[in-house]
């Protein structure tokens, strides 16, 4: 059951082979299971998960079932969940149940689809490795010693070991892409605006976007279709019908134009990485695609222009956790500043800390045009990298990381080289375009992702062709073996 | 040394939109602690704000009335620092960018004359809410009712050199804002506030000194009183020697002395930078045009339209355009009164205004409607009372007595127009008074002002001055 896609499931419920609640109690089972090990769970959510389940079978009986109905899933726990802890991977929410739902989880569950918890994260999202956790590191279930990527481990680990259908993840500057190519699975982060960030934990408001993290496109492409949409809740989120993202998968991709940018593939890309880039590639050209050489000539500026941009507004963002209203207070402080100092110093781990203290530097008084505002034109450059491409392309691929999973502790001690592991993807969310990961093969037994970037508000592309690559290729079936 | 005092005004109007700038909660004053602050007022994790359309509305009229462009397009920015009415650890405020650009007003003063003050910029901001530092036991409370209420933040030049300039101008600032119905202009309840920059300069002397910032000044009597205060604490540094600092500083209404809040050393780094959860904002000239068919004549233009049809000062007609209601008041009373709006004004702003000050009564609650004020101007124009009687029938209308042409029949009060009725008078007093004539006669003129008030003391004030003094002087010729 397990091992179904949600097409498969959803057939299953709707012809009575199974109910959500057998359904619902044989992933509670797994996750009590393996979840232990992992790691991959803050919170599960049994008790609301088997009612929820059974408001889905009464559903399904009356006949008003979607496709996503009696469907379990679980939530990264940045999403908030009204009367379940929404903790973001921090000390600092710990303790923290959020008195109202955010849009993400509330169209899921309208949809139909059923908790089964909150998944572990890099604390507020700033991560490569889900090192950074309050609760802990998460275990790539590939190799336990390995990490899954991040900041969205938690729930690409759970997908990846089959504890969950489908899980939500967030993608600030890789942490849906990166996780789910680090635990081969597939993520798709759609185009900023795409789908509301109301009730999603703010880490860098111009780059978090919410997405799923799932076993394939077509699931991809079902569950995308019910986060997408305008909230007039969220300024940002774009007023624009919803397409069928299902009615697109099929679409042959004769005559598609691939663009492979040459800064993607230089020196600096190892070996084994090209060819399981390379062999996938060609997995396209046979389908009929046109393969372009194109330049990005401002990628290297990515990673710098990301880490003066988002850790600037995260320094504002994360203010309002000041131990006065909610969440982390010290032990008996002395006066404000005392309460201030000791509850952000004592609730945020080192990560945080560090980007707090960057971002805030960068905003400072005499280095703000020196850095903010230079970062912000540099923004502008790489969006028109990409803008100029598109002019000659459809899509772009390339890999989604440098290297597969690396080992836990193998970079935590080093910020700017676990910075690197983002370099691919990091310039997707500076311009506010869709990228998506798919499994593409496998080095030393660890999954690599192939990233494919596509134009604004082209997610029906992108999952056409992924999906069709899906067809061709079955590294989105694989599971390792301890969890299959 | 002769010393300059140039000031400039920070004005925060709050706007009358019945909710908060970003978010739906109420933005009604009064209600118990807490109850009107939503998620979006308690910044919780992951809500995000949604800007109030009809800020945009009020912060755009207010831009059309001084003048201004009002910007295509305006950033909101974030502000940051901590404070515990603060939630989000930032305010939301508008920074390179305001919606409203340069414009002007005029200021009437004391002296009849008019000066035009330069308005920098007014941008829209969200307020904080309010720590409570009573009834908690060594512990602060905070109540975030106020949290997200909608500010109009009105920048002057430094434009005024007076405290009474200053209040000139504020208080033209507060009526404009009532007058296009952005803002109720309530000072008790914070509704409109101001900080006031300072500094001083030798007269004569181009460049600004070193300006002092004095904060939460709510009253026009305080504005005054605090300016004043602090331009004798600066002269009296600058003569002992000393250099004015650039500080902020906070007026204390109790002891009327300003002090210390901090110096520029110690002032926060704000890190402005655009808020990246608000897109900018853009107003096209088809809102603009949309929003300027609802503005009602602004009160310059009133002024000016108030000096050409009626023919007043300036002055005057700054006066009675102090407040639509008044504004109207007058209109309606001058259009009763025949035509006699000069000496309309002067009852408007004269008797009546002392009466309705007295009795800390509002235009609109005047026991004296504007007909009735009207029907008493015509009555003395048209000569059926004097002046002095019309003062009698004025308070009796006050008094609820009737209008003025019921109050002068019961009363009796008509003038005497009858020349052989005042003859008789004017003979019976001369006959009675030989002495006096006499001095008159002989030159002392002065006495004319005895013989005068005689005659009208026995006709009861009815007789017509004017005319007592003419027959007057045609008798005595005949002597």
Redesign the interface.
Known sequence: MHTKSLAQLAQGLQAGEFTSVELTHRYLERIDEFGPDLNCFITTTADLALQQAQAADARIAAGEAGPLTGIPLAHKDI??TRGVR?S?GSRM?DN?I???E?NVSEQLARAGMVMLGKTNMDEFAMGSSNETSYYGAVKNPWNLAAVPGGSSGGSAVAVAARLTPIATGTDTGGSIRQPAALCGITGIKPTYGRVS??????F???LDQAGPMTQSAEDAALVLGAMAGFD?????CVEQPVPDYMAGLEQDLKGLRIGLPKEYFSDGLDNEMARVIDDAIAVFRDLGAELVEISLPNTTLAVPTYYVVAP??C??N?????G???GYRCEDPQD?EDL?KRSRGEGFGDEVKRRIMIG?YA???GY?DAY?LKAQQLRHLISDDFKQAFEQVDVIMGPTSPSVAFNIGEKSEDPVSMYLSDIYTIAVNLAGLPGMSVPAGFINELPAGLQIIGNYFDETRLLNVAHQYQQQTDWHRRIPEQFS | MEWEVVIGLEIHAQLATQSKIFSAASTAYGAEPNTQAC?VD??????????NEQAVVMASRFGLAIGAQVAPRSVFA?K?Y?Y?DL????QISQFELPIVGQGSIEIELEDGSSKTIGITRAHLEEDAGKSLHEDFHDMTG?DLNRAGTPLLEIVSEPDMRSPAEAVAYMKKIHSLVRYIEICDGNMQEGSFRCDANVSIRPKGQEEFGTRAELKNINSFRFVEKAIQYEIERQIDVLEGGGEVVQETRLYDSAKNETRSMRSKEEAN?Y???PD????PLEVDAAFLEEVRKTLPELPDEKKHRFMKEYGLSAYDAGVLTASRELAAYYEDAASAGGDQPKLVANWVSGELAALLNKNNLDITESPVSAAMLGGLVKRIADETISGKIAKTVFEAMWNGEGDADAIIESKGLKQITDTGAIEKVIDDIIAANPAQVEQLLAGKDKLMGFFVGQVMKATQGKANPGQVNSLLREKLKQK
């Open positions: 999403f908030c929404t973001c929410l923290f959020a008195p109202y955010s960030r109301y009730g999603m934990v703010a860098a408001s111009s007039q809740r969220d300024s940002t600037a507004e320094s504002s994360l203010s309002r956790f000041d006065v209203r909610y404000l201030y805030t905003l400072s008084a703000y903010y | 998620a308690l910044g919780l994790p992951g809500v995000l704000p949604v800007l974030r940051n901590f515990p939630p989000k650890g930032y905070v780094d890190r402005y930078f990246p959860d608000l897109l």
